[in-house]
């Protein structure tokens, strides 16, 4: 099965997008929009999101081979690869499996470790297990309207509630999930996992790399830095400022800047 994704953009330059857990194609329209004018922006929805297919098994492996299928389908040999959060880790893997088909790698919000040992304390990974549970435990097939969920979600912060609302859609008169919750919730260890720098010994990730960090994030830390220059030959890290996590959303201009100038 081919996943599913949309063109934005006229420009020359072939630029693939990959997006976060939670996330779809649209998660990166804005970034994409101002883009258009030198690329021709590839935005992908990955398997269990969006409108691709739904499959039980979610791990890097499985994306890595998703996203070459898609590439082969589509007549890319070669292109440049951004990838945010999961995305970014899917990316990641793909750069050091198949570099030949990736000119330059860009890396939005996520460091290579695995976050899967830091189940207990880490806030990022909590943030990831309330939300699911929450989504896996909504009622969703009473609802019929947004608005009724939507009312649901009234207590719950803004960002959990865009999130939910982002990934139901309506099907047959009645609310239904984007998103494959149940393979999701069974692969989160998965998802939360990073590179072995066991497997970069001898065998770098040459790709010329920028890592984009949000100021106000967690997922980038100063401890990271060492397995990054560790893994990557060709690597630097770009601060956007007064960003958290969903950066794209937040700073759609600066992260377009950015990109923009590391693939000049």
């Known amino acids: 099965m081919i996943l599913n994704s949309d063109i934005a953009g006229t420009g020359h330059k072939q630029l693939v ?15 994409a929009n101002l883009l258009g004018d030198e690329f021709t922006v590839h935005l992908i929805d990955q398997r269990n999101h969006g409108k691709s297919f739904h499959n039980p098994s979610h791990n890097y492996s499985d994306l890595c081979e998703d996203l070459k299928s898609w590439a082969e389908f589509h007549g890319l040999k070669e292109f440049y690869l951004a990838g945010h959060s999961m995305g970014g880790k899917t990316a990641m893997f793909f750069a050091s499996l198949y570099p030949e088909m990736v000119k330059k ?3 939005a919000d996520i460091s290579p470790r ?3 040992s830091l189940m207990e304390q880490d806030d990022s990974v909590k ?11 909504m009622p969703v097939t009473g609802m019929s309207t947004f608005r009724q969920a939507s009312e649901y979600l009234k207590g719950y912060d803004e960002t959990v509630r865009n999130v939910i609302l982002k990934n139901l859609k309506k099907d047959n008169e009645r609310l239904t999930w984007k998103i494959n919750i149940n393979a999701i919730f069974e692969n989160l260890p998965e998802i939360m996992s990073g590179l072995n ?16 960090k949000a100021a106000n994030s967690v997922y980038i830390t100063s401890n990271d830095k060492k397995l990054t220059e560790f893994i990557f030959t060709d690597v630097r890290t770009k601060i956007i400022e007064n960003a958290g996590h969903w950066l794209h959303y937040e700073q759609p201009e600066k992260v377009a800047a950015a990109i923009k100038e ?3």
């Open 105 to 107: 790698l860009i890396v």
């Open 114 to 116: 695995s976050y899967s």
């Open 197 to 212: 720098p066991d497997d970069f010994i001898d065998n770098k990730i040459n790709t010329p790399t920028l890592f984009l």
């Open 17 to 31: 997008i990959l997006h976060g857990l939670y996330g779809s194609s649209e998660s990166w329209s804005r970034v």
């Open 127 to 137: 943030f990831h297990l309330n939300l699911i549970s929450l989504m896996k435990n």
């Open 262 to 264: 590391f693939l000049d």
